[in-house]
DNA sequence: CTGAAAGCGCTTACAG
DNA sequence: CTGAAAGCGCTTACAG
């Protein structure tokens, strides 16, 4: 028996399956007696409509796919959290996966929510485009690529401005005196990884700043690449005086460092961090940060995958970023 | 036209809809040929199983609902993501919804839920087990109470002992000489909210603390409710030396009113958070927590709904909280 | 081992 | 406005 079927609401209310169904989905053909006698039966039998039952019929499931690389990420927690809430104020579900910073994670959870024929998928993507993610492409499935983006794909996104915000923290520190900007890059493979570490050598040459290649230290978007990095730098020859990180979870990383050795931060180095996550102001100094919106983010990207359902163009969006000065950032210090 | 279905497969590899069924959901009864037949055909026309067909023929949809109050409290994001990655190995997909601290949100969350036919729902619970909660208990849907529980409500959970960390966290202050300690609780709506502050007046009373009821100040889970707290206790005219949050919200909230209004944490004050976030370990000087294990929790929650799905008795768990002291918690200093 | 057929619970033209 | 019927894409007894 389980919960009642349509059918059993009809026996009930006296009516066929087909009056049954429009009443339930406001047809505006039924009436004013149907509905009723509908009403009043569904309510008593406690009728919960089947989803899976409805979306076969259908061509829709009213199910999206959210892809991240990790929830455990404040950054994409925020994005995950406006999806589903938006998302639930439509009645759309939201099925939430992580890819973990790993392709063939990727490809697992995209095979599932194809096969669960989600309307849409928003995705923070990985790898170059080819597995599932062409698969899934090809079925003209609608996706839209939040945060990141893969070159040479041709789908509708919404991003920050990496260059911006980059420049902004660069030319920041270049006026506090910092002569050695070290930067602790993103994985390469990644949109976000490559544009922020091509804006702080632009940043870099346009300021005049000390181009050394030993600067950069390449990280992995993992809090341990950052501590990895921070030691890295510091522990050079001619250390930098001041330290930038492409992404949040690499910025806890390179506090973490500065915190074990001892140093000073926006004293003995300067350090800017990226996404404005609450702990960084808290952080004692709190932390200069270059910050984006993943609220907006979020509800943008839900907004286009609606967009492209209903058939309507849909362009890609660019959101600013920009510099949250506080206080560890702070005059240049003699380097080590 | 579309993605092929199972009978464009049949009709390719030249076989009925019954045997591409069967070999493809690993059906013993099936010959070798027939399986080649059919795994040639359905790769070259990319077939990709309809999990909505498949759920409506069978009982179960190979799906789990998780309802949290917010994944943006890196507490439920860590739960989010561990029960998101066991479901996925296992493929079964997670349905993310946030309650936001709202009995509505909860409700038109589980109604969303059991539309889609979830195998089963992990929920950290509010209210009083009437609404939409009731509902899905009386429809039999396994449901596991995950961090928090309803009195009243028999339904297996697994949860953290409140009580062992707080009494930790009041002895340790009582050896490093606090008499006055400060508690911002958590909602008395919630269980943990009730059991923390329960926990809370009876170490006091154990260690013969001051027990001065204005001592407690009425939080709500919420960032906000923490800087309110701290702020109202350490606007006392006899203000306490020491403070403890009873969740990792209002513990950011109580670091950022101490921080401030320029009170030296760990001197001046001595503060002991809840839940052991990543950032706590930053913040300088690093927060003494009462620490959980919310992975833990993630995983053993999703074993406890496979249990209760292959009909095995399931016996709720209460995992172990510590004290993990750092450098926020100090000797007792005058109070102002 | 294999196929024809019924059925999961809905929606939706098609008649009336 | 309403009902009978077909069908969405699978699975699963039932025969063979």
Redesign the pocket.
């Known amino acids: 028996m ?6 059993d ?2 026996a009930r209310a ?12 406001e ?5 004013a ?3 009723e006698k509908v009403f009043a039966a569904a309510s008593e039998m406690g ?4 989803a ?3 979306s ?3 061509t829709r499931t009213d199910t999206i796919g959210v892809l991240l690389s990790d929830v455990r990420n404040p950054f994409f927690a925020e994005i995950a959290h406006t999806v589903a809430q938006t998302a639930l104020e439509s009645d759309i579900a939201t099925l939430l996966c992580n890819a973990d910073e790993s392709t063939e994670q990727q490809d697992h959870a995209l095979d599932l929510l194809v096969s669960q024929r989600v309307d849409g998928i928003i995705v923070t993507p990985q790898g170059d485009g080819s597995g599932s993610l062409r698969d899934v492409l090809k079925l003209g499935l609608p996706v839209v690529f939040v945060d990141r983006v893969i070159d040479g794909v041709d789908v509708p996104s919404v991003t920050s401005d990496n260059r911006s915000g980059v420049t902004a923290a660069v030319e920041h520190l270049a006026a506090l005196g910092h002569r050695r900007v070290g930067f602790v890059a993103g994985p390469q493979e990644t949109s976000t990884g490559r544009e922020r570490l091509v804006a702080y050598r632009e940043a870099i040459a346009a300021a005049g700043l000390d181009a050394d290649p030993a600067l950069v230290y390449q990280g992995d978007f993992r809090v341990a690449s950052g501590v990895a990095g921070a030691r890295a730098l510091l522990d050079l020859d001619d250390a930098p005086t001041a330290l930038v990180a492409a992404d949040s979870l690499m910025t806890f990383g390179v506090l973490q460092e500065c915190q074990d050795r001892g140093v000073r931060i926006g004293d003995d180095v300067s350090v800017i961090g990226y996404d404005d996550i609450d702990s960084f102001r808290l952080v004692n100094p709190p932390v200069t940060v270059i910050a984006h919106d993943p609220a907006r983010m979020g509800a943008l990207a839900v907004a286009m995958i609606r967009d492209l359902l209903a058939g309507e163009p849909v362009t890609s969006a660019v959101l600013a970023s920009n510099l949250v000065e506080r206080a560890s950032t702070g005059p240049a210090r003699r380097s080590a």
């Not at 389980?2 to 059918?7: A, L, V």
């Not at 006296?14 to 989905?25: H, I």
């Not at 009728?47 to 089947?50: A, H, L, S, V």
């Open positions: 389980s919960t009642p079927t349509i059918r609401v009809a006296g009516v066929s399956v087909a009056t049954v169904s429009r009443v339930l989905s047809d505006p053909r039924t009436s007696s149907a509905r009728f919960r409509p089947n899976q039952a409805r076969l019929r259908r």
